[in-house]
């Protein structure tokens, strides 16, 4: 008998094929031809039976299918560690889509994948789902570094980095579909982000999409206990039957997170066959919690295990990712028999494939499938001693002792991208050049706007609005409002219009004094009665000041800077990260008068936490230093007219009497 | 100015000093001299200043202090992945406690805690805190490896495999801690295993040692709910108050888990000033729980990292413990700002210290402070990019995205351990090969015990007793148990005793007939009136039978091997993993008769699930072949005189009827 002539032989390791049987080979082989598996069996018997161009010895090693990434957004890697240990808000709106905005290029986005698969190949991933912007140059990455991947372009309602409306987004997936669909490494598909950024009629698009290209469907489902809320307040329907009724499961449905689904929704997933993409460290990093996995495995659902983007990680390690899905589900549902080693690997593999529709193709070693293949060093310190008087123990040793740095080889589809260690289709070293290059203007952006607290504030806000320049204010401690507001009614002074109103404000306070600072104030409105009428929030950027003192009143010069603000205090608290804060509560009656043809505020304050009283205000604003002059002369009146004493002047702003 | 002489100088590196002010250098240096160190600053002030015998170039990475691991077992890094993902009582009883009684010997601890040191200096772990048996061989073990270490000798209420008592381990104990007080890397200390496995007695002499020496004393507290609730029914106190009772907090208490404690046992162990070791794979890992680590962060507790043992992890790997550590708490009490990047590895270093009672001596890079620094590699491609717009980033990176392979270099008490990833101390290649002997005995022992259920049963059991081989028993189809009783009163029939009774049966069996199967018995006795009197709990070995059809009866011959079953059925089926088990419940009542001289068992049984109906059995057991055949004559008679027709003759065992 003559041998088969094939192109790779991978020899003489511990095979977990992962197939039905879950059949190990102790000294096994894999004969590999074209991007082809040919055959898997005992090392001997391939030996005699192949004729290999290339044998790659796998002694000491474990040759297993390629880890399957189920989950993530491969050119967000070069926004790794750019800022974490943040609530979610501030982390989107304060960093991620800020910068975002400004760098997500499609360079940025093939230069990210690149890197990300760079360092996935390294941990033994051989096929990634995708979901980002312009991800045609997501999927050119991916095929130039050999990889196979699922590249969903993101459909947003609202505008993208690479799309003002979501139909721009839905005509780029289309083309984007056409021109790679029937790719060798690449699998094009639709990716609605989540169901509280999509419309209905867009989901109904994207479904159309993916059924008539026979593409999947990537999407966010249920990664938060909000989520689900405010689905439930707004519709009356938690997130999945929601979605059911764009038909969105009538596509081949990969669902990422699957947090907090009830038990119908996980049904639904089994029943239209959905694929759920756990993402354990994104999860936990975000606080979103943990994901039932042992009872969605129960029901039969297809689970695969994802890392979700570097952002929220900050790395693609797929070998870590696997432990902790298999660590979490004991810890949290307090069972040690949940999710047992072995069925964790099942779900980095085989699972994963099944959760990504792809199971005919990839996730183990059997013939005639597609020869994704990693080959495991298991010759390093933390892997001594093992035991083998089980068949669990090599599922054990993969799934608790392995690190991403044992990888020593990774085959894709036929085609050897790491051998030893080094990676035969990307250049690290260029690689890495390119992404400091980029990491470093977000370096410079961000620590400009660290340093500058109206970058900041734009960041976050949709323009602000200047106020006047020059501030000129007089301050009394006065005895009762009532009196003084007796005194209001005399001759030459002409109430305009008044108000009354309890303001709350807090001062984000810095100990660079030049940063200036924000203060945050809610502002409601009170009826005659004293009740609630109306409430205002306003967030305002207050320079450093110049003071000067002026007869009886303090004359001020600053740049301020007001918008509505439409985020809670805390948010902005977390996102300027002040060194004090100080907070201020008053009831003020307001009066707009008119002295000498001249507007004034004033205003009749009473204290009702730290430093407590009440006061007289009278103040004035302006555009320029001479009128601020002039009415400064007409307070010094007006002090005169309302018969205060010069010795119960108080010359520090509120938040300095705290 | 002339350059002082000093023995090392790491230079060039980005410096964590981990001080109270969190000094950061980003062009930084360390000079160390002998076992100290003597100034940390800037590279180019460092370099002018001093005249280094050696210097480490450290471009690219990170200068930190050693990690320190504060809760671990050594020697059973040899015990690694032994076996996994079973409940904690089938994992210690099945597993844990058998092999280590075999194996634990004082070399077992030298060789396994070399291996653990190894593994722990590749990781960056500059001290451990232990405890096992033979703590003076760990001791040796780590002074060889030039580790530091707390070595904290175990007291065991019971039996342990380096002591027949208590009074026996004090003794090694006082002697360990005599020998060891005062050596330059290690401290020996007094370990108490846990309030469960200690009494009043043996916690004061603890106490008392502790107090004694000055020595830390390490026990684990509150690792699991349960330990709690035992605590509650049994002393009407939870485990801290209970502790408190004999004085433990009068030492320097190292505690570990602290996963179930209550408010006011937290604020003990602050009052007290008790470190607590955080375990947060360990405690996943057996289903434990997350320790709510920032609450007693709040509350100010020292609180550290540790790993525990391989056998619950499984590896030492602290780097990994780290990031889960600061992941888990955010995940778990649902919010993404706790225990951010920057505290957690605050915790791995300085607060480790703390919690150690060693903070004076380790933790932070500062002048006069012990040489124990780490260099990590920042150039892998899991590093790239990196930012530095802020100081957290820096915490970012070494918390969520460093791997402990990135750990280049490692110095210990000013000696290097680890240059360039290539180990100082230790030999990997004759340690790897001792391990593997190990393992291998292991493997041999537990595979010989796995293919053999009388050695799994003697492994979880106290001497088991042999049955008579021989059964002979016939088994009729009744319509009602009153007739039948009737019939027993007759001549040449006498009533011994009688009972009544429920049995419950649980049948563990294998596909592998030649294993023989399991019974797991619950035998209620009854009262007259039908209410419970007692109840025994009977696990039983039953070999592969040899059935012969004679006559009427039939004559079984096989092994038999019965004891009293300690463990809940539900033990049992997890330790011996059936392929299949099956129930079977009845009703029995028992009449003990003589006939013709013969003693034979008469069994009227109800059975109630599975095949139901009702029964009659008549049963004798011999040790001898030719007896057995004698009474199966007599039982053939039995048969005719209780009038019972041979079509409703039963041949199968009850099991086979369900």
Redesign the interface.
Known sequence: MTATPIDLLLTNGLVVTMNTEQTIHHQGAVAIHQDVIIEVGEADTLANKYLATKTIDCRGCVISPGLINTHTHVPMT?L?????????DV?LYGFMMPVEREFVKPEFCYTGTL?AC??MI?SGVTTFCDMYYYEDHVAQAAAKAGMRAICAQTILKFPAPDAISYDESLDYCRTFIKKWKGHPLIEPAVGPHAPYTATPDMLRACVGIATEYDVPLHIHIAET?PEQQNSKDIYGLTVVPWLEQYGLFEAKVIAAHCVCLEETELNTLKQTNAGVAHCP?S????????APVYEMLKLGINVGIGTDGTAS?????MV?EVR?A???Q?????????L??RQAWELATIGGARALHLDALIGSLEPGKRADVIVIDM?A??H???????A??IF??LV??T???DVRDAIINGQILMENHQLLTIN?VD??HK??Q??QK???F??NR?GDLMSKLLAVSSGVIPIETYEVQAKVRIDEVGQMEERLNQEGITIDRSSIRNQYDTYLCFDQAELGRIRYREDEILNKDGSPKDVFYQISLIGPTVKRFFDNTILLTRARYSVSANRSCRFYR?YFKPDKDIQVEKYRKRYHITYKNTQFAVNLDTLSNGAKGTYLEIKSRTWSARDAEQKAVLIGELLELFGTEKENQVLEEYLHLV
Do not use: C, M
């Open positions: 070069l790794r560690g750019l800022s974490d240990d943040l609530r979610l982390w890197l760079a360092e390294r206990e460290t999860n936990l990093k975000l606080a979103s919690g943990v990680n900050n790395d693609l390690d870590e902790l298999a660590l979490l004991k810890g949290t549902f307090i069972d040690p028999t949940l047992p080693a010759a310190i933390h001594t001693p093992h035991f083998r008087h089980s669990d123990t054990s040793q608790y002792a690190k991403s740095s690290e690689l890495t992404a400091t980029i990491s977000i370096d410079t961000l620590a660290e977390e």
